[in-house]
């Protein structure tokens, strides 16, 4: 059996009172394609922006690639990890945001050059080189000159998962990458992110509210419902013979607000 | 008969020196300003309590008492420096301890996503300050920096009290010497005019150049 390259292990996430995420636990494979869904406010961007060590857990262990994330070995004790430690373990996480979030002073190009130049130390040529073959990827490779202000959102989105890719993450974070998008430029970023995980070994946790893309991308479904999983499984099952009654409840009401299951 | 071809040399070798001390105090000021602003969000509690008094010290206290310290009260403890020196050094602490609260307020209002996107692209802390938040804190800076340079410029004519002949200086020398007031005066009305109109020109400029594509960031 292949260890997981994600173990969350009985994890809790606390801000003050509120307990965001509840004692949570789960693996993923190297390659897994896993969709979190979910009601507002039950911890999904929390978890993610976790993994990509934005925010801190209260408790619990994190592994990735068998090593503990937000801890090290010293003397054979878990101890806090250090800027170095979280340093060398984001080399292996990407995560594209709900808002892109690009560089706004900086062309298309540039946003996806400049981390592989300043954090990996690769050359410009080779960085420029790679990030164009990325920005033709996503169909961008025209806009390499422009700066980000003259894209639509759409556009944006897909500079920012070149960007996300030009470091070669094992895993990438996706935080509902089309939720803030015109109807009509959803479809664009979502056929970018069905290439990629068709094309690649990656392995992608997605939160979305997209329930038909999420059931052609995923092999797995995790429910979230206040800072638990309730319910997993492959989309087949979750979408189509859910168990628990809450997991009901939210697919009903989704579809009673028009989105395509 | 006033010799008034000479005169008018004199005051504009005292305009010339208040041009060296706004350019060289101002240089002061922009680094004492990046380094006090930066190290006032410093992760480490000294740099910022250095950070914190320095801005503190500076703007609680009179340039005049400033001035009079680093030109008189220095020498007396073995430190000793010319007035042209001191004068610099009086106009960059003072100004750069306002203007570190500038840069202080621009970095601040750089959103928590860019550094967030930063972080998630693997930047070391001083790699997020120096290609991402930097660059957008400085468009953010430049008006205010503008307006700081013409205050310096303005407060540049304190050093006449430590006798050195910048433009306020020859003026009072004309006055003195033809007994003429209008004329001295009219010129360096002028003069100082003449200057802060260069400086808002040439903050335009910059302005233009830094902000080019870049509409849509300052909001
Ligand atoms: N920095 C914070 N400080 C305090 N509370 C926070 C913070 N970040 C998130 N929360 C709270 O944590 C809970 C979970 O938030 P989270 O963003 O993970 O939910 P979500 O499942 O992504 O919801 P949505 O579908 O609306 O995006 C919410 O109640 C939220 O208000
Ligand atoms: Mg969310």
Known sequence: ?261 | MIDWAGYLQLMLAGALLTVELTVVGAVVAFIMAMAAGLGRMSRFWAVRAIATSYIEFFRGTSIFVQLFWIYFVLPLLGVSISSFAAGVMALGLNVGAYGAEVVRGAFKSVGKEQHEAGIALNFTSWQRTRHIILPQAFVIMLPTFGNNAIELLKATSVVSLISLADLTFQAQVVRAQTGSTLVPFLGVLILYYAMALSISWAMRLLERRVTRGLDGVRT
């Open chain 1, 1 to 261: 059996m292949v260890q997981p390259i994600i173990q969350v292990d009985g994890i809790s996430k606390r801000f003050g009172e509120l307990t965001v995420l509840d004692n949570l636990s789960f693996d993923v494979r190297p390659g897994e394609k896993i969709a979190l869904i979910g009601p507002s406010g039950s911890g999904k961007t929390t978890i993610l922006r976790i993994l990509m060590t934005l925010e801190s857990i209260s408790s619990g262990i994190i592994r990735v690639d068998g090593e503990p994330l937000f801890h090290m070995l010293r003397n054979d004790v878990l101890v806090p990890a250090n800027e170095r430690h979280l340093h060398k373990m984001r080399t292996k996480i990407g995560m594209v945001f709900q808002l892109f979030n690009l560089f706004p002073h900086k062309s298309v190009l540039d946003n996806v050059t400049l981390a592989p130049i300043l954090t990996k130390g690769v050359a410009r040529a080779d960085a420029e080189r790679n990030a164009m073959s990325l920005l033709e990827m996503v169909g961008m490779a025209e806009k390499a000159k422009a700066m980000p202000v003259q894209l639509s959102g759409g556009q944006k989105q897909r500079v920012a998962i070149a960007r996300a890719l030009a470091l070669k993450p094992r895993i990438m974070l996706f935080d509902e990458v089309t939720s803030a998008l015109d109807p009509e430029l959803v479809e664009e970023v979502l056929n970018v992110m069905k290439k990629l995980a068709r094309e690649t070994d990656m392995t992608m946790l997605l939160v979305t509210h997209e329930m038909g893309f999420a059931h052609d991308f995923a092999d797995r479904v995790l429910f979230f419902d206040r800072g638990r999983i309730v319910e997993e499984g492959p989309p087949k099952e979750i979408f189509n013979h859910p168990k628990q009654e809450r997991t009901q409840g939210f697919l009903k009401k989704i579809i009673a607000a028009g989105h395509r299951v």
